[in-house]
């Protein structure tokens, strides 16, 4: 009895030294993964879908004041903006708002030619837009090519339908009117013009290290707004759309790096002839406007 | 000796069963963070400071297809737009990308009035703003009120402070050029209005369940680039900020309700007399652009 112990003993410590090898390997992992769990890496991660994995992180204790220009000392010069007359000033914003307020998002357009120093200058346009600590974190590829306007449509169908039908599942017995869309994109192939906008969702520094793009998504959509309001201003329309779970497909066929995410594409034309819109109508200004 | 180590037995065999007892334990953990680590949930999760903790998770697998539309059984009523020719849509494009060209993010604004009429008028073109499922997540809480001016002033400062001095520590070495700045936010008392947008993370059910609001900082960030380009429209001036880890307390000044975020805060007024703004250019088009 005491024999069999004693000889044992050394299966014991052997035991012993590597549970004990294992608990540490474990405390170690768990120590990486915390502070992933509880930094405010983790917690000011940008959404991301499946596309778009890789590590867009802000560092908030890096970032800026919260007031996105370079905080670096830049030259400051003087700046003065025309300045209208508070009748003028109603007048135009007024226009503005009508202007806007005819914006429908169309999924029905036209194989119309557009000028291309149109979309050229909505593109410059856009491009006006401000960006965390001016990194202007965009790229704007507009897809013309009508065999490349195809793949597109091939792949954004191809997982729409996916998309689609594992839905179905999902809302099959509280939503039968959704059953009535489809993941057909007709606007893929007769709009003249796609613009793909991508977020770089990091930059590079000379030196090779990633450089932050701070507030890279909230600063690319503002973009696309700028984008929206310069389509509407000369009689174009679109539809803003996010192709789930294409992102890394696109990205690929267009030839775009990795630090360049698809944040939305859009179609863009002339309405074709048969357009039709739902019949949606918007908040009034008491139900999105509150005065203090 | 052998009677030493027979005695100890119990001993090692109590030791054994606590460190089993501890991986278990540990195994535990581990796989209850696997899933937070790797769901959709927490890919999907869109960007969070500090304010916004609390659930705004999109769940890709229930998302509609993502063109922004209600694709319930809504009618549809036919659609045009005025048509204009490619010699005006050009003529339109390059003087609309002239207007937003001059527009500068700017922290010295006059404490001159400015008619509400008019910020009425760019909140309702902000409003015009396409959104996930046509949810409109935005709230558009404008303060004129000096007094809460100077709360939210306070409040932002304190923050400000907080995060700067933060922040020095790490730059000290590498980046003693930004300790010029300060985070003293003068324009906060002097801009007439303060405009606080809102993300609404999801809205309510009649039942009372939540409804989820697709997209809802991307579309709010849009509606938030459109707001820019009418205030530019009309001669007005105001700095993009997105005051850090203030969102809570200034949700709560503004007697918000919590599914509300604070996204973005944009003073508005006239440039001051003596204003300036840092000399950065913009990326050309070729910069920002690609034609395929």
């Not at 990091?202 to 707004?225: F, Q, R, W």
Request: proline share 6%; aromatic share 6%.
């Amino acid at each position: 009895m005491t024999m069999a112990f004693s000889s044992l003993t050394p299966v014991f410590v052997a035991i012993i030294c590597v549970l004990i090898g294992i608990i540490v390997k474990g405390r170690k992992t768990n120590s990486k993964n915390e502070p992933r769990k509880t930094s405010k890496k983790a917690e000011s991660r940008p959404w991301v879908d499946d596309d778009l994995k890789d590590s867009t992180d802000l560092h908030p204790e890096e970032e800026d004041d919260g007031e996105w220009q370079e905080s670096e000392d830049i030259a400051h010069t003087p700046f003065s903006l025309e300045r209208y007359s508070e009748e003028d000033m109603i007048k135009r914003s007024k226009n503005f708002y009508e202007l806007l307020n005819k914006r429908r998002s169309v999924r029905f357009i036209s194989d119309e030619p557009v000028p291309r120093e149109v979309i050229d200058n909505v593109i410059k346009t856009a491009g006006t837009s401000p960006s965390g600590a001016h990194t202007e974190p965009w790229t704007f590829v507009v897809v013309k090519d009508i065999e490349i306007k195809h793949k597109i449509r091939e792949i954004i169908e191809e997982e729409e339908e996916i998309n689609y039908k594992k839905r179905m599942g999902d809302r099959w017995v509280n939503d039968l009117k959704r059953l009535r869309t489809n993941w057909i994109k007709e606007y893929l192939d007769t709009a003249p013009y796609l613009i793909l906008i991508f977020k770089q969702v990091h930059g590079m520094l000379p030196d090779g290290k990633k450089k932050t793009h701070y507030y890279n998504e909230i600063s690319v959509s503002i973009a696309c707004g700028i984008l929206l309001a310069a389509l509407q201003n000369v009689g174009l329309v679109t539809v803003t759309t996010t192709p789930l779970n294409c992102g890394p497909r696109l990205r690929v066929l267009l030839g775009r790096p990795t630090n360049e995410k698809l944040l939305m594409l859009l179609p863009v034309g002339y309405p074709s002839k048969d357009a039709t819109v739902p019949d949606l109508t918007r908040k009034p200004l008491d139900d999105i406007m509150v005065v203090v």
